[in-house]
């Protein structure tokens, strides 16, 4: 079973894996009812995959999900901003509906395998399978993956692991497949360009008024909707104009307060975090860790509760997923909090 998003990565993997002699069949789940102008939601990206799958002559199967997405990743993705925080969607869909739902739908119809079009690689250890970064840096996605157990990663192939995004295109040039120039997802897949996060989240839950605050608890501004503010925020914060810049520092949507202070003040010397999971064993001493799908690595230590960053480090927004990795292969990862 191949996952088809419609896009160019996961058609290039179906091809590759039947080239490789593979009895492939193609899957396209289809999770999102509403509106959608971008992302990988699209009526017209359910098109892209089936047409893609009929010029490579295989099966080509299209599941609903919708009710699952709404439950799993769109409500949480509502709540999470409601509590002030940034979550990321993608890693909740690719958590509790990629590779767990349409994995259990796998078995039901007995598919030994599961592929997809991820930019990764899967790593085989003494320790068993691991998940490793892909080969192209610039497009890697094992920090969004890096919830794969063990279970997952032994029946899962990655085709693209070894490949460039270049190398991608031109073999989907090479074989005229209609995605070889398709344009990449890059945003949540419902939000739409058109109405913006704003809109989606006001129909869904009241939007609030927060006070913008110094951290002596001075009043210095206000924002409409305090469940639109994160971390490291200068615009749009009501400040009177004049003054030095402020960034936001913290956000508490309970109490309707956002707190500000100067760059410095994102400034930390650790990150409380929440659900850490190892991928084996734990690891002690200093670590390589990523907190956003392309930033930088940073180095740390990882200990009960939260990590301590062996150098100054920015904050990170609470909701946002910190990922450890040693020589390349992800060993845990955990979401930060307040």
């Given at each position: 079973m191949?996952?088809?998003?419609?896009?160019?990565?996961?058609?290039?993997a179906?091809?590759?894996?039947?080239?490789?002699?593979?009895?492939?069949?193609?899957?396209?789940?289809?999770?999102?009812?509403?509106?959608?102008?971008t992302?990988?939601?699209?009526?017209?990206?359910?098109?892209?995959?089936?047409r893609?799958?009929?010029?490579l002559?295989?099966?080509?199967?299209?599941?609903?999900?919708?009710?699952?997405?709404?439950?799993?990743v769109?409500?949480?993705?509502?709540?999470?901003?409601?509590?002030?925080?940034?979550?990321?969607?993608?890693?909740?869909?690719?958590?509790?509906?990629?590779?767990?739902?349409?994995?259990?739908?796998?078995?039901?119809?007995?598919?030994?395998?599961?592929?997809?079009?991820?930019?990764?690689?899967?790593?085989?250890?003494?320790?068993?399978?691991?998940?490793?970064?892909?080969?192209?840096?610039?497009?890697?996605?094992?920090?969004?993956?890096?919830?794969?157990?063990?279970t997952?990663?032994?029946?899962?192939?990655?085709?693209?692991?070894?490949?460039t995004k270049?190398?991608?295109?031109?073999?989907?040039?090479d074989?005229?497949?209609?995605?070889?120039?398709?344009?990449?997802?890059?945003?949540?897949?419902?939000?739409?360009n058109?109405?913006?996060?704003?809109?989606?989240?006001?129909?869904?839950?009241?939007?609030?008024?927060?006070?913008?605050?110094?951290?002596?608890?001075?009043?210095?501004?206000?924002?409409?909707?305090?469940?639109?503010?994160?971390?490291?925020?200068?615009?749009?914060?009501?400040?009177?104009?004049?003054?030095?810049?402020?960034?936001?520092?913290?956000?508490?949507?309970?109490?309707?307060?956002?707190?500000?202070?100067?760059?410095?003040?994102?400034?930390?010397?650790?990150?409380?975090?929440?659900?850490?999971?190892?991928?084996?064993?734990?690891?002690?001493?200093?670590?390589?860790?990523?907190?956003?799908?392309?930033?930088?690595?940073?180095?740390?230590?990882?200990?009960?509760?939260?990590?301590?960053?062996?150098?100054?480090?920015?904050?990170?927004?609470?909701?946002?997923?910190v990922?450890?990795?040693?020589?390349?292969?992800?060993?845990?990862?955990?979401?930060?909090?307040?």
């Open positions: 191949v996952m088809m998003s419609g896009g160019v990565d996961s058609s290039v179906a091809a590759l894996l039947q080239q490789a002699g593979h009895a492939v069949v193609g899957v396209t789940m289809k999770l999102w009812g509403g509106p959608s102008d992302g990988c939601c699209a009526v017209s990206d359910v098109d892209d995959a089936r893609v799958a009929d010029r002559g295989i099966e080509h199967h299209v599941f609903n999900f919708g009710d699952d997405f709404e439950r799993d769109v409500a949480p993705y509502v709540a999470d901003h409601a509590a002030g925080l940034t979550p990321n969607p993608c890693i909740e869909c690719n958590r509790h509906l990629k590779f767990d739902r349409l994995f259990r739908r796998a078995d039901v119809l007995g598919f030994g395998t599961v592929a997809t079009g991820h930019h990764a690689r899967v790593v085989s250890t003494r320790d068993g399978p691991r998940l490793g970064r892909g080969a192209d840096a610039a497009k890697d996605q094992s920090y969004v993956l890096h919830m794969l157990d063990q997952v990663l032994s029946r899962l192939i990655l085709p693209l692991g070894d490949l270049a190398d991608v295109r031109r073999i989907a040039a074989l005229d497949l209609r995605t070889a120039h398709k344009p990449e997802s890059q945003d949540v897949c419902f939000i739409t058109e109405h913006g996060r704003r809109a989606f989240l006001g129909d869904r839950i009241p939007l609030k008024s927060a006070r913008v605050v110094e951290q002596d608890g001075t009043e210095v501004g206000s924002v409409e909707s305090v469940e639109l503010v994160t971390i490291g925020q200068r615009k749009g914060l009501g400040l009177a104009g004049g003054t030095d810049p402020r960034y936001v520092i913290d956000v508490d949507a309970p109490a309707g307060t956002v707190t500000v202070g100067e760059k410095a003040d994102l400034v930390t010397s650790s990150t409380p975090l929440a659900n850490w999971d190892w991928t084996g064993a734990a690891f002690d001493g200093e670590l390589d860790l990523q907190c956003s799908a392309h930033g930088t690595v940073e180095r740390g230590t990882v200990r009960s509760g939260g990590v301590d960053w062996s150098s100054p480090h920015r904050r990170i927004a609470p909701g946002q997923s990922v450890a990795y040693v020589d390349g292969l992800v060993v845990g990862g955990g979401i930060a909090t307040r």
